[in-house]
């Protein structure tokens, strides 16, 4: 679990990143779960954008795709996720304690 100093880091990384991923009208598919869980083994941190012809919850979006994708989701602000999780392989983020 990500403590507020944690979670504080992360959120001013992902201001720098760009959304990757944009759940539309079929919200979540498995192919988006898919890459979504391929991205954080490669990136760590994402960024995704749910786009105004969704009806989901961008929260309720948020906390099942963590949950497929075994993350955490470090914020949800309007209509954009910031999900994170450390690489299997290669860690590059590091976190403050």
Avoid at 20 to 46: H, M, N, Q, W, Y
């Amino acid at each position: 679990m990500l403590n507020s100093k944690q979670r504080a880091f992360l959120t001013g990384e992902a201001n720098k990143l760009t959304p990757i991923f944009r759940v539309g009208k079929a919200s979540l598919t498995p192919e988006i779960i898919s890459a979504v869980d391929a991205a954080l083994e490669k990136r760590e941190l994402i960024k995704i954008s749910v786009l105004k012809n969704c009806l989901d919850n961008p929260k309720e979006i948020a906390e099942v795709i963590a949950e497929r994708t075994r993350s955490q989701v470090v914020q949800v602000i309007g209509k954009k996720i910031i999900l994170f999780r450390v690489s299997k392989k290669k860690p590059v983020i590091e976190l403050p304690k």
